[in-house]
């Protein structure tokens, strides 16, 4: 991997949804870190000021989903990409931030991985 391979967070509480979207980030030289709720996201976050990008699930089990979630690393770090997903939105889509690119599930991985590329590019 070069120095310019995005880091990027992914939380996703569904393990074989989060295992895919990983090795597939990894096989596109991505570094990647995984969750599976919120406040390990948080976590991580905190430790690994390198990561730039964060691509949630909206909907995810424990005090905070994946719209909060979004929201609080907006607040601690203005600087990371927020990339939100869901295969069942119980948000209206025009209710959805508009800083926050959104893919509905399933989702196209490649489109995923070129947002992320084009925006880090910029």
Do not use: C
């Amino acid at each position: 991997m070069t120095s310019e391979s995005p880091y990027v967070l992914i939380a996703e509480d569904e393990f074989l949804i989060r295992m895919s979207v990983v090795e597939d980030m990894r096989d596109a030289d991505f570094h990647v870190f995984e969750a599976s709720n919120a406040v390990e996201a948080l976590a991580l976050l905190e430790a690994h000021p390198e990561i730039d990008t964060l691509f949630t699930d909206i909907d995810m089990p424990g005090s905070m989903d994946g719209l909060a979630l979004a929201k609080a690393v907006r607040e601690l770090r203005p600087d990371v990409m927020i990339l939100l997903t869901s295969g069942y939105l119980r948000v209206a889509l025009n209710d959805l931030p508009d800083q926050f690119p959104f893919f509905s599930k399933p989702y196209e991985i490649g489109r995923v991985i070129n947002h992320i590329r084009g925006h880090l590019t910029q």
